[in-house]
T-cell receptor
Framework: DAGVIQSPRHEVTEMGQEVTLRCKPISGHNSLFWYRQTMMRGLELLIYFNNNVPIDDSGMPEDRFSAKMPNASFSTLKIQPSEPRDSAVYFC?????????????FGPGTRLTVT | KNEVEQSPQNLTAQEGEFITINCSYSVGISALHWLQQHPGGGIVSLFMLSSGKKKHGRLIATINIQEKHSSLHITASHPRDSAVYICAVPYSGGGADGLTFGKGTHLIIQP
């Protein structure tokens, strides 16, 4: 299994630009999570989906952030417009709720720098 | 919403020492996660446990559900164990929830 795949691995963009981060969960997993990691705040939950439906987006910082999961094998996190304070590592994780396992598998992360 | 406290924040030890990292949380949970992150690296799940004790090689994780407390132990520590160890729990307690995280323990094992 390829594990959780995220792209791009690194993104450098200028303030005001739109940024789209992508995630492919492990095949067969039905839950997908977006997390953000910064030095100041550590790891934070942004949003998560179950069976492609957003369950809780209360961690999304503001309206500039949006996430979609159009099908079971793909999700996007979009920031528009981007700001320097959005610089962070964004992790996607997936898990399966069948069998009540709930172990989460993390992707390698996307390191975002907004200048 | 669950809150997670981890201690110590930083720990430096000599190779071979027995290491203990502690984690406490505020809301009852279905399971607790221990994660490992090497500098500049990804996040790896070490354990997910809901009761008692689990062991993988030199790593041991225990949990006391009544006291809302977990510990991660490393026996015969080695420099390759140097990493950040993070405790995480479902943010509202349910197994399928997103996670809320402790601030992590930065562990350095010196040869």
């Amino acid at each position: 299994d390829a594990g959780v795949i995220q792209s791009p691995r690194h993104e450098v963009t200028e303030m005001g630009q739109e940024v789209t981060l992508r995630c492919k969960p492990i095949s067969g997993h039905n839950s997908l999570f977006w997390y953000r990691q910064t030095m100041m705040r550590g790891l934070e939950l942004l949003i998560y989906f179950n069976n492609n439906v957003p369950i809780d987006d209360s961690g999304m910082p503001e309206d500039r952030f949006s996430a979609k999961m159009p099908n079971a094998s793909f999700s996007t996190l979009k920031i528009q417009p981007s700001e320097p304070r959005d610089s962070a590592v964004y992790f996607c994780a997936s898990s399966s709720t069948s069998g009540y396992s709930y172990e989460q598998y993390f992707g390698p992360g996307t390191r975002l720098t907004v200048t | 919403k669950n809150e997670v406290e981890q201690s110590p924040q930083n720990l430096t030890a000599q190779e071979g020492e027995f290491i203990t990292i502690n984690c406490s949380y505020s809301v009852g949970i279905s399971a607790l996660h221990w994660l490992q992150q090497h500098p500049g690296g990804g996040i790896v799940s070490l354990f997910m446990l809901s009761s008692g004790k689990k062991k993988h090689g030199r790593l041991i994780a225990t949990i006391n559900i009544q006291e809302k407390h977990s510990s991660l132990h490393i026996t015969a520590s080695h420099p390759r164990d140097s990493a950040v160890y993070i405790c995480a729990v479902p943010y509202s307690g349910g197994g399928a929830d997103g996670l809320t995280f402790g601030k992590g323990t930065h562990l350095i094992i010196q040869p």
